[in-house]
């Protein structure tokens, strides 16, 4: 069978908001729709076997590893990728604590980070360290990284 013959199915997906179209193959992964097909390229292809956490997106606010979810998956869920986060705080204390070396794996420790914020915004070091532990980077130090995500959880406490 020739790849031009197999079938490809057409599905609404929500992705940052909008209702993206596409049409692929029942085994692509969402990695691969969310690349190849739709142009977002911020989640990474590293290990493809959800190991190191450098294609990490949103789906119904929860990070999940888009290497490993088929794409077909992603219909009726609300998906977002870094390009959809739009200024969100740990983004910036990123920036501020040198939390990125080379680069490739920040998009995916963001989006993580940004889950991890909004699901435990009282979140201790364990907590910060173990929600860490799904994604790798070989560049930089972790924290930096844990850094960013306790000025962002911060910045959301209010005094009592």
């Not at 790849?3 to 908001?17: C, F």
């Not at 219909?75 to 740990?90: F, N, R, S, V, Y």
């Not at 920040?106 to 070091?125: E, K, Q, R, S």
């Not at 364990?126 to 911060?154: F, H």
């Amino acid at each position: 069978m020739q790849s031009s013959d197999m079938i490809k199915l057409t599905v609404a997906l929500n992705v940052n908001g909008e209702e993206r179209i596409a049409a692929f193959r029942p085994a692509d992964t969402l990695l691969y729709v969310l690349r190849e097909l739709l142009g977002l390229t911020g989640a990474k292809p590293g290990c493809l076997n959800g190991d190191c956490g450098a294609c990490t997106i949103i789906v119904d606010g929860r990070p999940m590893k888009s290497c490993i979810m088929l794409a077909i998956e992603g219909a009726d869920k609300e998906i977002t990728t870094i390009e959809g986060l739009k200024d969100a705080p740990i983004q910036q204390a990123f920036v501020d604590h040198f939390a990125f070396q080379c680069g490739y794996c920040t998009p995916g420790f963001i989006m993580n980070c940004h889950a991890l914020v909004h699901h435990h915004p009282n979140a201790d070091d364990n907590t910060i360290k173990e929600w860490l532990e799904s994604n790798i980077c070989r560049c930089t130090s972790y924290k930096e990284i844990e850094d960013a995500v306790k000025a962002v959880l911060n910045q959301n406490q209010t005094p009592s």
